[in-house]
């Protein structure tokens, strides 16, 4: 990176920086004084939950009534929905909420419509489905990222490897070579935020906007599928370019075509295993699976409810528990029982037997 360019890329990152910081003054304000901002009084239910997000008439009542068996009111004409509908649907024994929310409107994030609380409750979710309409320009999905963007929601994006914490000493250190910005704008952004006393450690090489989103707490990062309804009113050739990207499904709701592989696609990409209960002498349970994140150990705290003797009281529950035996992929005996604690992280239809004191 050339004099020049550090210079254009330390001023680019204070602006960045000061742009972030009033963003968020005008926005959050709002979303935090209960009004439109609030989101809509849904109340979380299953395993996971899915928002369905698109502008208005692309089929987003349709795909709920399809795959949930919901009644959701649809017309020809714009903002039928105007609140959130939820549905549940049922796969491989777990249950999924799918939240119908209004058609949101360019400028959504500004307050335009009832876009604040459209994002307000995406936040909630676990996957967002941006659903489009086929027959239309790709404008749609620009326009709605630009929106989700704006209100600190990142698609299909990672978290910055960096840890920050407020000290009354620290100091700035990378652990690799920093090419997309540098320690000055780093240094300089820290200063225009009133961080003068913290610690903060980069583990990749990130961008100023990175560093920013970090600095700020509040975004979101979340998966998301581009889902294009009405494919049976396009050509082969048009559907084929819009499928080409991994993130991408194409449905027809009217015909039910390819709703099988978008529910299939929302469990990949949610990431649940299914963990069996057995009792002793008994067959494994697969009729009621615990539905737990990929990478989560047995302590998560709906296992709870699979204990004998305990109800609600999950440290005790914790304490009461004299050993777990478990059968599966996460087991190094396989097939036969492993002994494990709390802390074994799960498998994908591994089955565990549990002994309380």
């Known amino acids: 990176m050339g004099i020049v360019e550090k210079a254009t890329e330390y001023h680019l990152g204070l602006?960045?920086?000061?742009?972030?910081?009033?963003?968020?003054?005008?926005?959050?304000?709002?979303?935090?004084?209960g009004g439109a901002g609030t989101g809509f009084d849904v109340q979380k239910s299953g395993d996971a939950r899915v928002a369905l997000i698109g502008?208005?008439?692309?089929?987003?009542?349709?795909?709920?009534?399809?795959?949930?068996h919901t009644v959701s009111e649809t017309a020809a004409y714009e903002f039928t929905t105007l609140t959130a509908i939820p549905g549940v649907i049922d796969y491989q024994g777990a249950r999924i909420q799918l939240l119908d929310l209004p058609g949101i409107v360019e400028g959504a994030s500004q307050g335009r419509g009832r876009g604040r609380q459209v994002v307000s409750t995406a936040k909630t979710a676990d996957l967002i489905l941006i659903m489009l309409d086929a027959t239309k320009s790709d404008e749609?999905?620009?326009?709605?990222?630009?929106?989700?963007?704006?209100?600190?929601?990142?698609?299909?994006?990672?978290?910055?490897?960096?840890?920050?914490?407020?000290?009354?000493?620290?100091?700035?250190n990378t652990t690799v070579k920093l090419t997309k910005t540098d320690e000055r704008t780093i240094r300089s952004i820290l200063a225009s935020y009133k961080l003068h006393n913290c610690e903060v450690m980069i583990r990749e090489d990130i961008t100023t906007d990175e560093f920013i989103d970090v600095l700020i707490g509040t975004?979101?990062?979340?998966?998301?599928?581009?889902?294009?309804?009405?494919?049976?009113?396009?050509?082969?050739?048009?559907?084929?370019?819009?499928a080409h990207d991994e993130h991408t499904i194409v449905i027809s709701c009217e015909m039910g075509l390819n709703l099988d592989h978008l529910i299939e696609r929302m469990w990949d990409e949610l990431g649940l295993?299914?963990?069996?209960?057995?009792?002793?002498?008994?067959?494994p349970d697969l009729t009621d699976p615990i539905c737990l994140r990929r990478g989560a150990n047995i302590e998560a705290r709906r296992v709870q409810r699979y204990s004998p003797v305990i109800g609600n009281a999950?440290?005790?529950?914790?304490?009461l528990v004299r050993k777990l035996d478990f059968r599966g992929k996460s087991s190094k005996f396989s097939p036969?029982?492993?002994?494990?604690?709390?802390?074994?992280?799960?498998?994908?239809?591994?089955?565990v037997s549990i002994f309380t004191k």
């Open 15 to 33: 602006l960045k920086a000061k742009l972030a910081r009033y963003r968020a003054q005008l926005l959050e304000p709002a979303t935090k004084s």
């Open 140 to 172: 749609q999905r620009r326009l709605l990222e630009i929106e989700l963007d704006a209100v600190g929601i990142r698609l299909n994006k990672k978290k910055p490897d960096v840890v920050f914490k407020r000290k009354t000493t620290g100091g700035l």
């Open 219 to 242: 975004r979101k990062y979340m998966p998301c599928l581009y889902v294009y309804n009405k494919i049976d009113a396009i050509s082969l050739e048009q559907m084929d370019k819009l």
């Open 273 to 283: 295993v299914k963990v069996y209960t057995k009792k002793r002498g008994a067959h």
């Open 314 to 319: 999950f440290p005790i529950w914790a304490r």
């Open 55 to 68: 502008f208005p008439s692309v089929g987003k009542s349709t795909l709920l009534s399809k795959c949930t």
């Open 336 to 351: 036969h029982a492993q002994k494990v604690g709390l802390s074994h992280m799960v498998q994908d239809e591994d089955v």
